[in-house]
């Protein structure tokens, strides 16, 4: 399959809430999965989720290593995510940059859980089962949102960290990468 177009904020496909996968393995599933990974690559992203490219679907893809733009050393697996469930490990809350590819251009500061706990299952239906922390945690929660509806803006709590992404690099400020 190939690139897709990715939907940008105001398309109402994107704050729907997605529909759990009940069969793992089938064609369909896998043409999703090759699409997904084939329109993060084009536009250089680190994850992106099934609703982006307009299928109403409980799937996600992320993955990171050696990241040009990404100054911070950890690495996030090559990882294809269905079904995701996500438990915080404490209350511990972590504020960082994110930028979306549904909403390109920009950036804004988000609070999100600095540890979780994750699972799922990949495109054969075999569990997937995770502690995490850090960008890999706020990566898989800004994926997992979109499945619920919910676009980064949407959790942004100072308006005034929210903006396009050259001004925010020209104020001097650390910015993330779209996902
Ligand atoms: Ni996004």
Redesign the pocket.
Known sequence: MSEQRVLRIGNPLLHEVAEQVSEFGTPPLRELVVDLWDTMAARGGVGI?AP?IGVGLRVVVFAMRDHPLHADPESIPQTVLINPVIEPMDDTIEDGWEG???VPGMRGLVPRYQRIHYMGRDVDGAPIDREVEGFHARVVQ??CD?LDGV??PQRIRDMAQFGFEEEISLAGKYTQL??
């Open positions: 989720a982006q979306c590819l549904s800004h994926e979109h676009l980064y779209e996902c």
